[in-house]
């Protein structure tokens, strides 16, 4: 399995979590943290220290190397950072418009968390509206596994998208997704 990119069935299975067309999601690069050369400042509380300029989305160097461990535990893990970071790229293409937005999203982004410290206080990175907005997916895919056996490493979708299975992703979609919220 390739770390630098979505395979097939992680596609089908973060399309049918967000939304997003799976174009966009096949455009997406996954970098390890140790090749960042930006520095952001919400770096270190963002959840897997994970983060997103436009299409590209920086993980730490254990996780990004999770597809390829065969590690069913740390792919759990790398599934559900992906399924909340994808949200933060989808909104880097709302701001772009017809592409990602680099710059533009990271200022953005800089404002929104600068927003909510003011309103929030010390859980202000938390409650920041595009760290809620961005945080639907992985809710969403919790809530399918919980639903189905639960959020465990497990749980089939996890061996779907560590055998790539695109077919056996898509007949467990057409099954078990409910309608998104
Ligand atoms: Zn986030």
Redesign the pocket.
Known sequence: MRTDRFNSATVLLLQALTGMPAGRLEAVRLVPRSRNHLRMPWYPE??GGAFVHGDRIYITDALHAAPTSGDPDAMLRWLLLMA??VG?VAQAWRLGGTRASRWRFTAWAATGYAVSFLRNGRHGYRKADL?VE??RARRLLRTWMERTGGCHAQHPLIQLVMRDDAPGMAAWISTHAGQRP
């Open positions: 963002h959840p909340h970071e933060h760290e961005a945080d």
